[in-house]
């Protein structure tokens, strides 16, 4: 079958409610099988937000990816550096935030960019401005979260991180290794082939398995697709399955349009031929923006709340009631130093950081409670 | 090994054709009109020279330095059409693939081509650059290409040296900078500037089959003006040019460099004729179709136009420079030097 008439079918299923069989529009109609349309509507009028980050050597063709993925300009002011300025550089993280409407549904796109990454001749943890920055929007998320004012919160979480392995090698590099290992309890990782135009079929297949293989060798967790429901169709599955065989995908970007085959498509222009971007037996362009945006964005951002944000969460509760009671038992030995008299001020203050605690022992408390009834 | 292949060699201060002439006293055809007396025959020394030399054959120590992946013994294949590289056994992980250091492993074929004979020299780099702290993995390729100079000058000092100095001295090294299409990176400015005072540095583009023409142009133009920035001399240099034929020739080669390369050991058939490529969904790449890559011009310039240039320059100026600090190093241990030498021997020798 068509592979594209499938991946409509695809995003079909996901984004409207299955029709009703005979038999159950038989029974009476109460009516809130509509709670998907309302919802649908709700954030329909709400608009989404997604944070995608990319990371990567410079040259990667990650920017024309970018661009070509959500079909925008988003580096027109770019400057790049030139060799002797990359000498001193250091990992940088930079936001472009674009919103973008289709068919009445807003997006509110944020991408992070982390130029320098990979980049110095010692790149000895490169990463950490990285991982640096994804655990400060954990940490912000988490004290807004447990703060008092929580209607305008902004979801600045990196859902997604787009990870460029070059072409050129035999498989990972010990920079890939360690950069994934350091991230990939913290974002959904996709591992992208880059530039792959260079790379005959037969070098994209060896490279594919070669990297799979390597990543399951160092346990590195990249995002796994959802398994399909087993009352899925047999399609479905088969193009699930096939999803999956292509990981990594391997990608060519490009936002100039050329002329092949008598129509206009996106593409570059060689002396040799012409590589189109759109065309699946060119590259895997179509399958990864078929799964980033049109079937598994929602699945990425529910991973990252239920699972990495989770994970962090349990974390700094954790180190906090830990310090607690080090601070708890600190307090019986006789104090040394003579204690200042705090004044007002600082009263409060302690008063409030107090309560503050007790507030998040009590919802340390309820997740405990909640994970134990899941339990049951 | 010998393999036989349609490469023609040339010498560039030797008579162009290859093709042999007989040797005679009276010299070419056209001059011996009537009377020889204004003939002498002094350019029948060229043919001698031309007999010797094939008798004696040739020898050729190419390094290739770059990123593992970057095409560096798939180049060395096409370059020179027969298996020359390391032998590298399909590894599975990077922990056995990529070494902890910068690893020198050298090979050596004998090949021969219409009667010529050269001792080919493949000098690999494994581990160059694919570390995540790359600082000083230069030093083992400077110490190499420093110890064959010491061998070298360690033989001709001797007293009794060979008639022939075996020539293990690095005449070019190959550096593969990858594809990015925005500029040269600290490894490659850091490893260039060093290596580029004491070894001729022939730049190529690697893989540049992921390049439009357009970003291969732009990419060109980024290097070069690096490359003057940092004040590194890549081959050919123009402090070397000889004269104004010289520099004609190097000026464009120069306008050229870096080139940007695709190798290939495979054949396709291409509007009926079997080429060396790489086969894509959208098209064939012809390693030898100049409107494809540069790899015709690499090859030109290594092997059939600049090939002995490129070892004249390595003999008379890098190693001759490394000659010079050397022995004013040990100027005030010449007797360390020299071994125990008759004071007759050691005039002669300055």
Known sequence: ?376 | LSSGSEVSLSHSNMSESAKPHHPSPQGKGEKSHGGDFSYVGIDAILEQMRRKAMKQGFELNLMVVGQSGLGKSTLMNTLFKSKVSRNKSVQSNPEERIPKTVEIKSISHDIEEKGVRMKLTVIDTPGFGDQINNENCWQPIMKFINDQYEAYLQEEININRKKRIPDSRVHCCIYFIPPTGHCLRPLDVEFMRRLSKVVNIVPVIAKADTLTLEERDSFKQTIREELRANGIDVYPQKEFDEDAEDRMINDKIREMIPFAVVGSDQEYQVNGKRLLGRKTKWGTIEVENIAHCEFAYLRDLLIRTHMQNIKDITGSIHYETYRVRRLNESNGHLESLLGSLPVKRATVFW
């Open chain 1, 1 to 376: 079958m068509d592979a594209i008439m499938l991946q409509e079918k695809l995003v079909e299923r996901l984004l409207c409610p299955r029709v009703r069989t005979a038999r159950q529009k038989e029974k009476q109609y109460v009516g809130f099988a509509t709670l998907p349309n309302q919802v649908h509507r709700k954030s329909v009028k709400k608009g989404f937000d997604f944070t995608l980050m990319v990371a990567g050597e410079s040259g990667m063709g990650k920017s024309t990816l970018v661009n070509s993925l959500f079909l925008t300009d988003l580096y027109k002011d770019r400057k790049l550096l030139n060799a002797e300025e990359r000498i001193n550089q250091t990992v940088e993280i930079i936001k472009h935030t674009v919103d973008i409407e289709e068919k009445g549904v807003k997006l509110k796109l944020t991408i992070v960019d982390t130029p320098g990454f990979g980049d110095a001749v010692n790149n000895n943890e490169c990463w950490k401005p990285i991982t640096d920055y994804i655990d400060q929007q954990f940490e912000q998320y988490f004290r807004d979260e447990s703060g008092l004012n929580r209607k305008n919160i902004q979801d600045n979480r990196v859902h997604c991180c787009l990870y460029f392995i070059p072409p050129f090698g035999h498989g990972l590099r010990p920079v890939d290794v360690e950069f994934m290992k350091a991230l990939h309890e913290k974002v959904n990782i996709i591992p992208l082939i880059a530039k792959a135009d260079c790379l005959t079929p037969n070098e994209i297949k060896k490279l594919k398995d070669r990297i799979r293989e390597e990543i399951d060798k160092f346990g590195i967790k990249v995002y796994q697709f959802p398994e399909c429901d087993s009352d899925e169709d047999e399609e479905f599955k088969q193009l699930d399955k096939e999803l999956k065989e292509c990981t990594p995908f391997a990608v060519i970007g490009s936002n100039t349009v050329v002329e092949a085959r008598g129509q206009r498509v996106r593409g570059r222009l060689y002396p040799w031929g012409i590589v189109e971007v759109e065309n699946q037996s060119h590259c895997d362009f179509v399958k990864l923006r078929n799964m980033l945006i049109r079937s598994h964005m929602h699945d990425l951002k529910d991973v990252t709340c239920d699972v990495h944000y989770e994970n962090y969460r349990a974390q700094c509760i954790q180190e906090m009631t830990s310090k607690l009671a080090q601070d708890n038992r600190m307090e019986s030995p006789i104090p040394i130093l003579p204690l200042s008299t705090p004044d007002a001020d600082t009263e409060k203050l302690i008063k409030m950081k107090d309560e503050e605690l007790k507030r998040m022992q009590e919802m340390l408390n309820k997740m405990q409670q909640q994970m134990h009834d899941k339990d049951q």
